[in-house]
């Protein structure tokens, strides 16, 4: 990701104009995106407003044919387990070693927050529900795109199957390394996000976030979370800080 030098310097830019950002976006109090308040943040406001308002809900991403598969790198994180990368954390990268060592048998997907029955989720148990594969256009901030083919649940089937309260708005994602983003119930019961174990008609790979990681297809890259350990269902944004890209002034919402 970032040099911590160009965070300093986009940090005091963000500083600097952010009252002027608030005074440009006054009067903006519908669908508006959770974010709201500075200036690298008026892109969240815009493209907010915009796709919520004119999209339709289940307008689909581009879906190819395997034909047009292309070679993706791997970007960010590779593997949670190694302590000389960027996002590492100590006790998650200790445990990703463990779980990795058992092919991810023991793994599970906890599910917390608004539901009736939360839980904790094997990849066998995610894999008994309904599979959506879909070949899509990966678009990373940094400027480069990929296509390749998904396979994995729709999160909507597993919202079902856990039973989202109706005060629900948000869903969190937490990974093995110190990474974690959230959507709201728009893009979480859009039929083309789905939670990815299967990349290119074989097992996810370790570096494009195994076990389990999400397509968020109408977002940029970064929304993608790879290496899913929790899941949390929330009626209220919670800003997760350092956790999430909004900490680099990122947009919260980017999408595409
Ligand atoms: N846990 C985690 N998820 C992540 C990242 C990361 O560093 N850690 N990088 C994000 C970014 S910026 C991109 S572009 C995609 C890259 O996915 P890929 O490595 O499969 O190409 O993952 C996203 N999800
Ligand atoms: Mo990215």
Redesign the pocket.
């Known amino acids: 990701?970032n040099e911590p030098r160009v965070l300093t310097t986009r940090r005091s830019l963000i500083t600097g104009l952010a009252s002027s950002g608030g005074l440009l976006l006054a009067g903006c109090s519908e669908s508006q995106p959770p974010t709201y308040g500075n200036v690298l943040r008026m892109a969240d406001n815009f493209t907010y407003r915009a796709q919520r308002l004119l999209l339709p809900r289940t307008a689909l991403a581009t879906e190819y044919d395997r034909r047009d598969i292309t070679s993706?790198?791997?970007?960010?994180?590779?593997d949670?387990a190694d302590p000389h990368q960027?996002?590492y954390n100590e006790k998650n990268g200790t445990l990703y070693a463990q779980l990795r060592r058992a092919r991810f048998a023991d793994w599970r997907l906890r599910i917390e927050g608004s539901v009736s029955r939360p839980g904790s989720w094997s990849l066998s148990d995610l894999r008994r529900l309904p599979a959506r594969i879909q070949i899509t256009r990966?678009?990373?901030?940094?400027g480069w795109s990929?296509i390749?083919e998904w396979t994995g649940v729709p999160l909507h089937r597993v919202l079902q199957a856990v039973g989202v309260s109706s005060s629900a708005r948000f869903v969190n994602f937490y990974?093995?390394?110190d990474?974690a983003?959230s959507i709201d119930m728009f893009d979480a019961v859009h039929p083309q996000t789905i939670l990815a174990y299967g990349?290119n008609g074989a097992e996810l790979p370790i570096?494009?976030?195994a076990p389990l990681?999400?397509r968020v297809e109408r977002q940029?890259?970064?929304?993608?979370?790879?290496?899913?350990d929790r899941m949390v269902v929330t009626d209220r944004f919670e800003d997760m800080g350092k956790l999430s890209?909004p900490r680099n002034g990122w947009a919260w919402y980017v999408g595409i």
């Open positions: 990701m993706i790198p791997a970007i960010g994180t590779t949670p960027g996002a990966h678009t990373c901030e940094e990929a390749a990974a093995f390394d990474t983003e990349m570096a494009h976030g990681r999400l940029l890259g970064y929304k993608s979370v790879k290496f899913i890209e």
